[in-house]
Antibody, heavy 124, light 107 residues
Framework: QVQLEESGGGLVKPGGSLRLSCAASGFIFGDYYISWIRQAPGKGLEWISYISARGTTIYYADSVKGRFTISRDNAKSSVYLQMTSLRAEDTAVYYCARESSKEGVVVTRVFDYWGQGTLVTISP | DIQMTQSPSSLSASVGDRVSFTCRAS??????LNWYQQKPGKAPKLLIY???SLQSGVPSRFSGSGSGTHFTLTINSLQPEDFATYYCQQSDAIPWTFGQGTKVEIK
């Protein structure tokens, strides 16, 4: 079955760095885009980045552009999020999610599988 | 960026009730609208895609409608396992954006 598992979260001081990993299994990893989505405590969902299947197309939300870097290793079925210059407002649960195309009245992109999330806390 | 606004932010309902809540986009997104359910401490789960298509395995009491800028998620005959927070998400343009959520609570 499809599984995504995040790791690498923890407590970091403001200005620090952290690298999150997302290990995937149960599907042909190199065929899918992967996104990172975060959720601050008690708040809603915020998409922050995606990487295309071959890693040739990458996008970031403005809130993390220039500070976060997404990458992938298809041989290891893994996606990474390198986070630098961390701020208190980056405190959140970080999810990786598989993006798929689904056909309804339009062909739309969806997050059809999610990991369980990893907590990143930025605090002095 | 496309802003997504959900209303209400929360509602109270009883088992067996029919509930509906809305999601509005700041610009037209045709039918590029998805709905997710999230329970406390869990990852979101895809319910509805392309505004009205039911994801495989999701009970038929869930339905979605709308197009353009105004969308609705309806749950017919609310079940105990449906008490959760529901998010809409547009997939029309990067950055993908979510609504702030509607929390369905037990009355």
């Amino acid at each position: 079955q499809v599984q995504l598992e995040e790791s690498g979260g923890g407590l970091v001081k403001p200005g620090g760095s952290l690298r999150l990993s997302c290990a995937a299994s149960g599907f042909i990893f190199g065929d899918y885009y992967i996104s990172w989505i975060r959720q601050a405590p008690g708040k809603g969902l915020e998409w922050i980045s995606y990487i295309s299947a071959r890693g040739t197309t990458i996008y970031y939300a403005d809130s993390v552009k220039g500070r976060f870097t997404i990458s992938r290793d298809n041989a290891k079925s893994s996606v990474y999020l390198q986070m630098t210059s961390l701020r208190a407002e980056d405190t959140a649960v970080y999810y990786c999610a598989r993006e798929s195309s689904k056909e309804g009245v339009v062909v739309t992109r969806v997050f059809d599988y999610w990991g369980q999330g990893t907590l990143v806390t930025i605090s002095p | 960026d496309i802003q997504m606004t959900q209303s209400p932010s929360s509602l109270s309902a009883s088992v067996g009730d029919r509930v509906s809540f809305t999601c509005r986009a700041s610009q037209t997104i045709t039918n590029y609208l998805n709905w997710y359910q999230q329970k406390p401490g869990k990852a979101p789960k895809l319910l509805i895609y392309a505004a009205s298509s039911l994801q495989s395995g999701v009970p038929s009491r869930f339905s979605g409608s709308g197009s353009g800028t105004h969308f609705t998620l309806t749950i017919n005959s609310l079940q105990p396992e449906d008490f959760a927070t529901y998010y809409c998400q547009q997939s029309d343009a990067i950055p993908w954006t979510f609504g702030q959520g509607t929390k369905v609570e037990i009355k």
